[in-house]
């Protein structure tokens, strides 16, 4: 199993610009999570998703959306990037038990 | 108030040392609690796990939970430089809380 992965691995954006980050599970786990994190902080959750076609906001929502529509992918995507969206992204998936499991992450830079 | 306080560091030993980390929590509807490791440049990955009061010990680490007081602990013995790492508390009530981590360096 490759886990979870994400990408791309780094990203440099102007302002304005919009993306799509990349998020796929292969461990048939149905929950998924994106949270940012910022340099020396904890991590902040953004959109989270039960199920195929499920979503809800975290603490951090806006400026970012999500889809959900196969269990395995969870994009998140950012429009209008503003220079405060520069951190590393992190997404995760679990099961029914608790344990998170989370990919390489992403770090953005908005310029 | 944030859901969970974590101690912030950041925390430097000298190799050998013994580490406690720890971090509070406001909701006592929690009941699961978990520390994860984070290395540089990595996403975390889960170190210890509990939901009931009491300790739990694994190797050299050992989580310890006091709901009465919403206290959340964990021990490492015999730190070693590879123990170098962010330490992030966390609980989860549906989706997870997590504390801001300390970051902890261990000096041969």
């Known amino acids: 199993n490759a886990g979870v992965t994400q990408t791309p691995k780094f990203r440099i954006l102007k302002i304005g610009q919009s993306m799509t980050l990349q998020c796929a599970q292969d461990?048939?786990?149905?929950?998924m999570y994106w949270y940012r994190q910022d340099p020396g902080m904890g991590l902040k959750l953004i959109y989270y998703?039960?199920?195929?076609?499920?979503?809800d906001k975290g603490e951090v929502p806006n400026g970012y959306n999500v889809s959900r529509s196969t269990t395995e992918d969870f994009p998140l995507r950012l429009e209008l990037a503003a220079p405060s969206q520069t951190s590393v992204y992190f997404c995760?998936?679990?099961?029914?038990?608790?344990?998170?499991?989370f990919g390489p992450g992403t770090r953005l830079t908005v310029l | 108030q944030k859901e969970v306080e974590q101690d912030p560091g950041p925390l430097s030993v000298p190799e050998g040392a013994i580490v406690s980390l720890n971090c509070t929590y406001s909701n006592s509807a929690f009941q699961y609690f978990m520390w994860y490791r984070q290395y540089s440049r990595k996403g975390p990955e889960l170190l210890m796990y509990t939901y009931s009061s009491g300790n739990k010990e694994d190797g050299r680490f050992t989580a310890q939970v006091d709901k009465s007081s919403k206290y959340i602990s964990l021990f490492i013995r015999d730190s070693q430089p590879s123990d170098s790492a962010t330490y992030l508390c966390?609980?989860?009530?549906?989706?997870?809380?997590f504390g801001d981590g300390t970051t902890l360096t261990v000096k041969p």
């Open positions: 995760a998936s679990r099961n029914r038990g608790d344990e998170q499991f």
């Open positions: 998703s039960v199920g195929a076609g499920i979503t």
């Open positions: 966390a609980t989860n009530a549906g989706k997870s809380t």
């Open positions: 461990m048939n786990h149905n929950y």
